[in-house]
């Protein structure tokens, strides 16, 4: 167990051992939840494996690789707010 402080900006860092023991990296997106009173912070790919296959996909998407499918769609997505 560790102390880490919350900034003003209600910002926290995590302790350098915590975060290479659970293999979290610069740059890394997570989920931040609470459960039960507690802070969980979960890597974002774990969701999305528990998701994978909930999902039917679109038949545009079919064959594409995750990165293809997130630009295209942010690019899509930022066109049409326009």
């Known amino acids: ?6 900034t003003s900006k209600n910002q926290l860092t995590l302790p350098v051992d915590i975060v ?15 459960e039960g009173g507690k802070v969980v912070i979960t890597p974002a790919e774990d969701l999305v494996e528990e998701l994978a296959g909930s999902l039917k996909m679109p038949k545009k998407w ?14 899509e997505y930022f066109s049409e707010s326009k």
């Not at 740059?27 to 609470?34: M, P």
């Open 1 to 6: 167990m560790q102390i880490a402080t919350i």
């Open 20 to 34: 290479r023991k659970i293999g979290l990296k610069v740059g890394q997106k997570v989920i931040v939840s609470e």
């Open 62 to 75: 079919k064959g594409r690789s995750m990165e293809e499918i997130i630009e295209k769609s942010k690019r």
